[in-house]
C-alpha cells in the first residue's frame, strides 16, 4: 500500500481524510497535528471515534457534541453513503482527537463491506479511549442491524492487545428513541444480555477463559430521541452527552488519568500509520511491539535533534585534542553536555 500523501495547507480546524476511500493512510497526519495546534499536547489529549449503519446519524453526531463539521448527509436527497474511508477533526479545545469512520452496511462497498467494516471497526477501537457505537433503537436486540458480528471481533482482538492499562470504554448511544414506545432500563438490559452472550460464545485464550466481558470494557448507554421529530429532547440530550466529554466533568466518559498512558502526541502519527497497516494486512497485532518500535524511533529522532545541536562544539573538542592535551577538558565536556 501506498501512503497518500499532497502538499496541502491545512486551515485551522479543518478535517483530514485520515484513511481515503482506497484505504491508504494519508501522511499528512503530523502537518494537520501541527497546523491545528495539537502538537504542543504532549501525552495531554484522549481520541473518540464512532461506528455504526450507514446514514444513522454518527458524523452529526460527532459534530454536535464535538463542534467538528464533518459531512452530513442531506436527508432530501435519501440514504447514501455520505463519509468515506476514515475522517479526523479535534474539539474546540484541541484535547480530543475524533474519528468518524464509514457506516458499515454500505451498498457503495459491495462485497467488500463486511471485511471493510471489520477493518474499520478494530482500527476506531485501537485509537480511541472512547468508542461510540451509534446503532438506531429499533435495531436492539436483531444480529446484524445491531453490529453484533462487529462486536464479536472487536472483543476478539482485543484480547490481544497484551498491554493494556485500563478498560476501553464502549458508549452505546440508542437513536430515535421515544420513551412513550420503549423502556430505557429495559432496552440496556437486553443490550447487557446480548453483550455477555457474545462474550461467552467468542474464542478466548485459555487465561481468559473464565473472563467477563466488564473485565475488559466498561459500558455506557445514552438515548437520544427523534432528531427531527422530538428536536428541542434532542438538542438538550446532546448538549449534555457533550459535557460527559468533559475531562473534568463528574460524571466524564473519560478516565480521569488515562492520559498518562498515550505516547506523545508528535509519535502517534507514525504509531497509527504502523496500527493501520498491521490491521489492515491482518498481521499478529502486538501492542507492546508497537509501542516499543516507535518509542525507539523517537529516541533516535530527539537523539539526532540533540547532537545537531552540538556538533559544531564536538568537532572544535576533537580538533584541539588532535594537537594535543586541553584544558578544562572535563568542564568543556559537561558544557556540551548541557546544551543538550
Given at each position: ?72 448527509m ?164 446532546a ?9 473534568t ?9 488515562e ?9 502517534l ?42 556538533e ?8 584541539d ?20
Open positions: 500500500m501506498t501512503a497518500v500523501q499532497e502538499e496541502t495547507k491545512f486551515q485551522y480546524g479543518e478535517e483530514l481524510q485520515i484513511i481515503t476511500n482506497e484505504l491508504e493512510f494519508n501522511t499528512n497526519f503530523e502537518k494537520w497535528l501541527k497546523e491545528n495546534g495539537m502538537i504542543k499536547n504532549g501525552t495531554d489529549y484522549r481520541s473518540v471515534a464512532v461506528i455504526g449503519g450507514q446514514s444513522s446519524g454518527k458524523s452529526t453526531l460527532l459534530n454536535l457534541v464535538f463542534e467538528s463539521k464533518f459531512l452530513e442531506d436527508q432530501l436527497k435519501g440514504r447514501s453513503q455520505t463519509t468515506k474511508g476514515i475522517w479526523l477533526a479535534r474539539n474546540h479545545s484541541a484535547k480530543i482527537l475524533v474519528f468518524d469512520i464509514e457506516g458499515t452496511d454500505s451498498k457503495e462497498r459491495g462485497d467488500q463491506r463486511l471485511t471493510f467494516a471489520q477493518t474499520t471497526s478494530l482500527f476506531a477501537l485501537f485509537i480511541s479511549d472512547v468508542l461510540i457505537i451509534n446503532m438506531w433503537t429499533h435495531d436492539v436486540g436483531k444480529h446484524e442491524a445491531a453490529n453484533y458480528s462487529l462486536l464479536e471481533r472487536i472483543f476478539e482482538v482485543n484480547l490481544k492487545l497484551r498491554e493494556q492499562h485500563f478498560s476501553k470504554k464502549l458508549l452505546f448511544v440508542l437513536r430515535d428513541f421515544d420513551p412513550s414506545t420503549g423502556n430505557f432500563e429495559s432496552m440496556t438490559s437486553e443490550l447487557v444480555k446480548d453483550i455477555n452472550a457474545i462474550w461467552d460464545k467468542i474464542y478466548k485464550p485459555a487465561e481468559y477463559a473464565n473472563t467477563k466481558a466488564a473485565d475488559f470494557f466498561k459500558f455506557e448507554f445514552e438515548a437520544l430521541p427523534h432528531k427531527n421529530y422530538q428536536k428541542e429532547e434532542f438538542y438538550a440530550k448538549k449534555a452527552l457533550k459535557e460527559r466529554f468533559e475531562v466533568a463528574p460524571n466524564s466518559l473519560f478516565v480521569s488519568d492520559a498518562q498512558n498515550n505516547l506523545p502526541i508528535d509519535a502519527p507514525r504509531f497509527v500509520e504502523t496500527a493501520w497497516e498491521t490491521i489492515r494486512h491482518n498481521k499478529e497485532f502486538n501492542l507492546p511491539d508497537q509501542r516499543a518500535m516507535v518509542a525507539n524511533y523517537r529516541c533516535n529522532e530527539i537523539k539526532e535533534e540533540a547532537m545537531k545541536e552540538v559544531w562544539d564536538i568537532a572544535e573538542l576533537e580538533g585534542s588532535a594537537k594535543g592535551v586541553v584544558e578544562d577538558f572535563g568542564a568543556k565536556c559537561g558544557a556540551i553536555l548541557k546544551k543538550v
